[in-house]
């Protein structure tokens, strides 16, 4: 698991952010049965990379200064 977090890219949280997106906009659209889906897995991706970041930071501090 440390090693998962130590290789960690900042960027997966793109992940986040454009599950986001696409719940939003379908929830705008109508898409109800998309969105509210869209709208879980992405509040599961967040918890799971702000878990992995924050044991980045505290197990690699240097590795994480040089982002």
């Not at 998962?4 to 952010?17: H, S």
């Not at 049965?33 to 970041?53: D, E, Q, S, V």
């Amino acid at each position: 698991m440390k090693s998962v977090m130590k290789e960690l890219p900042p960027a997966y949280f793109a992940l986040a952010m454009a599950t986001g997106i696409v719940s939003s906009a379908s929830h705008c659209m109508g898409f109800e049965a998309i969105a509210i889906p869209l709208f879980w897995l992405n509040i599961l991706f967040f918890i799971c990379l702000l878990l992995l970041t924050t044991g980045r930071i505290i197990f690699f501090p240097t590795v994480s200064s040089r982002i």
